[in-house]
């Protein structure tokens, strides 16, 4: 494939039409806003094999805990108003649920599988095990192996200049919304989408958590960085993954595409690396979907911490995001430093090695806890209707 991301004998992307930025509300396909549902067991079965867990136990455990959770967040969500002073009092304290291997701090055998359980204040392991089994009725955690792991309170997430052609890593948002990351870019699947190239990033960054209209314009730099529409934008708004918001079902992803001005982008899967002395250079990452492993090292650019390295503690992570239910993410940490920060969402994680693969869509995290989180990328491109470019 050349430079331009055509192989011999394609066609030139096709360009997007010229729309008001606010989009063409009246003449969205149905195709345009993808209802949340459950990943594919195929999928699901790939990223447990690829954890390298085995413990049946464990996971029904977790599973289960997750579950009690989600109905307790949906029991206490106050919708437009501010959370309790006490909201972080007894079972709120709980953030999520993962499975992992135990650490030297804990009790287990080293090796063991365990329950990792997320706080938004730290807690012994004495109180976690209280407040899963007591607090959320998880009886049968009473004997597990458990690891505490301190996330804060999570919440969805420099590149910040204007750069042409935009690759991947610059900072992006739908004209009027916050700012995020540029992730990565694909084809579509459909006939109708084989000669377009699209961008990815994070509903709540290119789409106003489910708000924005088919064909709205996506600028980058983002709005919150001086980009305006029509003279800074890069794609129009072509497909959402809805956000459920009313507890009605788990998330599982939370991604949007654009197509994008073939002229305005990279056209490749570059990434944007700023070099001290230097300035902005593009780097290269794979083509190939690959699934988060435990211990995993892993990277990625985003628009404010610009490119961080972290190792994956956490590859089938349940609990809160913003206070809305997520399952099947992965966790990230580098206990050094930051991995990402609000801004970075919508960063493609790739694999720290020779591949350099993508491994999954940013989600959101914490700064100051160090942990982050990111969807699987192959759900990601499933959702999206997408192969990488």
Not at 127 to 152: E, F, K, Q, W
Not at 257 to 284: E, K, N, T
Not at 331 to 341: E, G, K, L, M
Request: proline share 7%; with cysteine.
């Amino acid at each position: 494939m050349s430079e331009q991301g055509l192989g011999p004998g394609e066609r030139p992307f096709e360009v997007p039409p010229d729309l008001p930025s606010e989009g063409s509300p009246d003449q969205e396909p149905e195709s345009f806003r993808v209802a949340p549902y459950p990943p594919s067991e195929a999928s699901r079965a790939a990223v447990e094999r690829a954890s390298g867990l085995s413990d049946f136990r464990v996971r029904s455990v977790r599973d289960e805990a997750v579950e009690a959770l989600f109905a307790g967040a949906r029991s206490r969500q106050r919708p437009g108003r501010p959370r309790p002073a006490d909201h972080l009092a007894g079972v709120g304290n709980v953030q999520g649920f993962g499975r992992g291997l135990s650490e030297p701090e804990d009790e287990a055998v080293p090796g063991t599988e365990v329950l990792r359980v997320y706080v938004a204040e730290p807690v012994s392991a004495d109180t976690a095990r209280a407040l899963v089994v007591d607090g959320l009725g998880v009886r049968a955690a009473g004997d597990l192996p458990l690891h505490v792991v301190h996330s804060g309170i999570i919440s969805l997430q420099n590149l910040t200049h204007r750069q042409r052609p935009a690759g991947g890593g610059v900072s992006i948002s739908h004209y009027s919304g916050v700012q995020g990351t540029l992730g990565f870019f694909g084809r579509g699947r459909a006939p109708a989408d084989a000669g377009k190239i699209f961008l990815v990033s994070n509903n709540h960054v290119i789409a106003n958590v489910n708000s924005a209209a088919g064909g709205s314009c996506i600028v980058q730099p983002s709005g919150a960085d001086g980009g305006r529409c029509p003279d800074d934008r890069i794609a129009i708004l072509d497909k959402v993954y809805r956000l459920d918001l009313t507890f009605t079902v788990n998330n599982y992803a939370d991604c949007a595409r654009a197509w994008c001005y073939p002229d305005q982008v990279v056209q490749s899967q570059l990434q944007v690396h700023m070099v001290s002395g230097i300035g902005p250079q593009f780097y290269g990452i794979g083509s190939v979907p690959q699934a988060a492993t435990m211990n995993m090292w892993v990277g990625k650019t985003g628009c404010i911490t610009q490119t961080t390295y972290g190792k994956v503690e956490d590859t089938y992570w349940g609990g809160l995001i913003n206070g809305l239910p997520f399952d099947g993410q992965f966790a990230i940490r580098n206990p050094a430093y930051t991995f990402s920060t609000h801004g970075d969402s919508g960063a493609v994680v790739w694999a720290y090695d020779s591949t350099v693969n993508p491994v999954g869509l940013l989600v959101g995290g914490h700064p100051l806890t160090r942990i982050s989180f990111a969807t699987p990328v192959s759900w990601v491109l499933d959702y999206l209707d997408l192969n990488l470019l």
